[in-house]
């Protein structure tokens, strides 16, 4: 670009400010037309990536995995269970993943085949593992998975369990509530269940689980938000002459199983604001508690027994991709993993949810980039009050300070705010810190309106004696009234104040009126006089050889 002639540029009130009329007619129309064209932009851009990407975020969902510890069991020293998807849309013939934790290696889930029975129940045979749904039997050994063609379908049953060494369930049918055994490779009837309630159980595969210990059947039944338990011969199971004993209040998730030959029950609590599972057994013919741990959130939950400790695994499904494994001996936690990641979402998902926002900020500094270069091809870029004369910071440059101060401004806020993200983005590790979370919210709340004043007040009074602050001392600029000399503080104040203003639709208003105003201005620069300028001399006569070019800029 050539040198800028100083005589040259014309000075009759239609066109001060550019180099001529065609020049402003040319400007103004351009500038115009980029302002809509990005006001609509940092609008349209975000929504258009979103959607483009948006099969970045649903083809994980579809996928998406929850672990069924309640189906799963203890069986040859490791913990197994199955998985489903979440999404409808998938098909509903899909395999079941049977995946297998070892509890004597630091491994973690480890997938061992596609089950063809859709959220079965797994139960710990003698020599074999037990997979049971209320259409298909199979069994797992040797590596080997046989499936066991039944021909008959059962109805609702509860959680199956061994009855004299063969898998057995309760069904219940509108006749009532059956003991089913499994033999010779198929369901027999071995005598019918009268339970004496007051209502008659219903759903019975979430609402009633049954033990067999030494020719006793142990009953669970739960009625509303309360456990109730009850026990008898096995032979006598047809006599309705039960009493049931309330054991606790729980949750959405429980499970009953055998300690030493003793019935026990691990249960959800949430008490308040907080989640505890809670295990109870019996002791002097009452149930109460022995064992209690915290945890951060619970969607499924399974328990067993370790015969060779005498304790107990718990695993517990918090949300997609993650699952946690507490060993327990007597009434303390001996071991404690958590496999899989601390976000139900890939790091995909987080990229697309912010990159868009991302763009709708870089909007504005694109514009005025392209505004600053047009702006040196039609505009006047000196500024004279008397016989002095400044060449005015170009757009570009003012958005880099603007940029610079911002961190200076926000970087504090910004730090802490990634760093309450980090919690966010291990969502255990956010409600085991539930208290801590809210306050550091509030916190960083209040640190940051106090520093945006703090800082309010320190550029203000740098600007109203020294025209400067951080960002304009570095890219070699300066704020100075518009008779070339220090705004003073007060005017300085309001020019930052009004900062608000023209920072609407991300500064996008501040960039238009700079471009489009006689003496390169925002709102904050006009109520306060001021103008924007390159840090030098003021100087007298000066020809545009004299002053800094735009094109070194």
């Known amino acids: 670009m050539s040198e800028i002639d100083v005589k040259s540029v014309p000075t009759d009130g239609h066109t001060r400010g550019y180099l001529s009329e065609a020049h402003k007619r040319k400007f103004t129309i351009t500038a115009g037309i980029l302002g809509v064209m990005f006001f609509i932009a940092q609008f349209m851009v975000p929504f258009v990536v979103m959607m483009v990407a948006m099969p970045l975020i649903v083809f994980p969902m579809i996928s998406m995995k929850m672990s069924q510890p309640e189906y799963g069991t203890y069986w040859d020293n490791a913990i197994w269970y199955s998985e489903k998807t979440l999404a409808t849309s998938r098909a509903t013939d899909d395999p079941t993943p049977l995946k297998r934790i070892d509890l004597s290696s630091e491994k973690g889930p480890v997938t061992v085949c596609a089950l063809p029975i859709r959220e079965p129940w797994l139960l710990a045979g003698d020599d074999r593992l037990w997979i049971i749904s209320s259409s298909a039997v199979g069994h797992y050994k ?92 096995s032979y006598a199971v047809e006599q309705a002459d039960d009493v049931w004993q309330a054991v606790s209040q729980v949750g959405k998730t429980w499970q009953s199983f055998l300690i030493d030959g003793k019935p026990a029950v691990l249960c959800l609590r949430s008490p308040g604001f907080r989640q505890e599972i809670v295990g109870l057994k019996i002791s002097d ?180 004696g020294r025209g400067l602050t951080p960002g304009k001392w570095i890219l070699g600029i300066r704020v100075l009234g518009t008779d070339l000399r220090p705004c ?48 030098g001399k003021k100087t007298g006569d000066v020809s545009a050889s004299s002053l800094p070019q735009p094109e070194q800029l």
């Open 285 to 464: 013919g009452r149930w109460k508690d022995f064992f209690s741990h915290d945890v951060p959130m619970v969607e499924d939950m399974g328990a067993y027994p370790l015969p060779q400790s005498g304790g107990f695994a718990v695993l517990i499904q918090s949300f997609p991709g993650s699952v946690r494994l507490l060993v327990v001996e007597g009434t303390q936690i001996i071991a404690e993993n958590r496999y899989g990641r601390g976000f139900p979402f890939s790091g995909t998902f987080a990229s697309v949810m912010f990159i868009p926002h991302g763009l709708t900020y870089c909007m504005p500094l694109i514009l005025a980039l392209i505004l600053s270069v047009l702006m040196r091809k039609h505009r006047e870029c000196q500024y004279r009050i008397e016989s002095r004369t400044m060449l005015f910071a170009s757009l570009g440059r003012r958005a880099a300070a603007q940029i610079i101060d911002a961190l200076f401004l926000g970087g504090p806020v910004l730090a802490g705010y990634l760093l309450l993200m980090l919690s966010f983005f291990d969502i255990e590790k956010m409600f085991v810190s539930r208290p801590f979370f809210p306050l550091a919210g509030f916190g960083l709340v209040f640190f940051g309106i106090f520093w945006v004043l703090v800082c309010l007040l320190l550029f203000s009074f740098l600007e109203g």
């Open 488 to 535: 003073g503080f007060g005017r300085a104040l309001i020019r930052n104040l009004l900062k608000f203003v023209d920072g609407f639709f991300n500064f996008m208003v501040g960039v238009l009126l700079i471009a489009l105003s006689e003496n390169w201005q925002r709102v904050g620069d006009m109520a306060a006089r001021t103008v924007v300028v390159y840090k």
């Open 142 to 233: 040797d590596d080997d998975l046989i499936v066991v063609s039944e021909s008959r379908q059962l109805g609702d049953i509860s959680r199956p369990f061994l009855h004299d060494g063969q898998p057995a369930t309760v069904q219940a049918t509108p006749e009532g509530f059956s003991l089913m055994v499994f033999n010779e490779d198929r369901w027999q009837k071995e005598r019918s269940i009268a339970l004496k309630t007051k209502k008659t159980p219903t759903d019975i595969k979430r609402n009633l689980q049954v033990l067999s210990d030494r020719g006793k059947l142990h009953f669970f039944l739960r009625s509303g938000d309360t456990l109730y338990y009850s026990v008898r011969q």
